[in-house]
């Protein structure tokens, strides 16, 4: 998996300097698969995997106060 920071990197490149996923996958030194994969989702991969692994778990008032931040 990739960090979120990389992931934000891959939708700037591509939505902000319009470099295609070949080009992309070639500045960072990943798949391109990798690049298409997280082009294709809206959110990033550390939010995905909190709520696969967490699903239904209720969280505290506090850990849902600061889960918006962490998710940025």
Known sequence: MIKMAQFHHIKFLHEVEGLSQRQIAQKLGISRNT?????????????????????????????KRVL?????
């Open 68 to 72: 918006p931040i962490i998710d940025q």
């Open 35 to 63: 690049v298409s994969k997280y082009l294709k989702q809206n959110e990033a991969p550390t939010t995905i995997h909190r709520q696969k692994n967490y699903h239904g778990k209720e969280y505290s008032d506090e850990t």
